[in-house]
């Protein structure tokens, strides 16, 4: 739970736990070549952000397939460490939010 901090202006609220039907810990893992210690720890390190099932286990779907190929590409390719990686995620995140939301502006077309 986050508390709030008397040191920035708005309180942090915690985020609503996303409810999915996707598939188990170890499943997803398979899926991904990776060791399910190694999910675990992406998880851990706020690279992935699960759903949970009603029991409160993880489930993944295919979208946490493609941030995995992502995460993938970036370590090998940049050799980015956990840290940095975390960074990168969140602007490549933000840019396509951005990227959608200047999409859906009439009459702003894609160059």
């Known amino acids: 739970m986050t508390a709030h901090r008397p040191d920035i202006d708005h309180p942090l609220v915690p985020l609503p736990t996303r409810r999915t039907a996707g598939v188990a810990l170890h499943e997803f893992a398979a899926a ?60 490549l995140d933000r840019i396509e939010e951005l990227e959608a939301a200047l999409a859906d502006r009439p009459g702003v077309g894609r160059r």
């Open 32 to 91: 991904a070549g990776m060791h399910p210690d190694m999910v675990r720890r992406y998880v851990a390190l706020g690279l992935l952000t699960p759903g949970t099932d009603p029991a409160g286990a993880m489930r993944f779907d295919s979208v946490h397939l493609l941030r995995i190929a992502r995460i993938h590409r970036l370590r090998a390719g940049l050799g980015l460490n956990y840290t940095a990686l975390g960074v990168v995620l969140d602007l």
